[in-house]
């Protein structure tokens, strides 16, 4: 096998496509839910506290991919605005994070905008795509964690 001799920019990249969906998906979503002053990062953090119910931010963080220093720069904003509470654990490094209730309330608020989001990028994917990617991105978050 020779090596490929094209330029480096011609060879398809996999974390840059990622990127590029990512933030264009992100775009649609922060669109309609910026009626409710929600961000797509802040709508998630806060579907994942409602359902995980009091967490550690070091196992949100991990569940959510996202390093300790993006992962506070992503709360920040909704304990300022009181939609997440925090409270200190026995060590007092260790954060706990709830969902508070006025967060619950903005989280129903969002729910018709995030719901708006949802259907525009179904109907944007051709059939079968939507499904597709909702099976094999969540495979690709684990095996590329457990490398």
Not at 20 to 31: F, G, K, L, P, T
Not at 106 to 114: F, G, N, Q, S, V
Not at 123 to 133: C, K, S, T
């Amino acid at each position: 096998m020779t090596p490929d001799k094209r330029n480096p920019t011609d060879i398809p990249c996999l974390a840059l496509t990622l990127r590029q969906a990512s933030r264009a998906v992100s775009r649609i979503y922060d669109e309609e839910l910026r009626g409710v002053g929600l961000r797509t990062t802040q709508f998630s953090l806060l579907r994942l506290l409602r359902k995980s119910g009091e967490i550690r931010q070091r196992d949100l963080g991990d569940i959510t991919v996202h390093e300790e220093t993006t992962l506070s720069r992503n709360l920040r904003p909704l304990l300022d605005a009181g939609w997440v509470a925090v409270r200190v654990g026995k060590d007092r490094r260790e954060k706990w994070l709830q969902i508070t209730q006025s967060g619950l309330a903005k989280l129903k608020e969002a729910r018709p905008h995030w719901s708006r989001a949802q259907a525009r990028m179904k109907a944007l994917l051709p059939d079968g795509v939507w499904q597709h990617l909702m099976t094999v991105l969540p495979d690709v978050v684990r095996l590329a964690g457990e490398s």
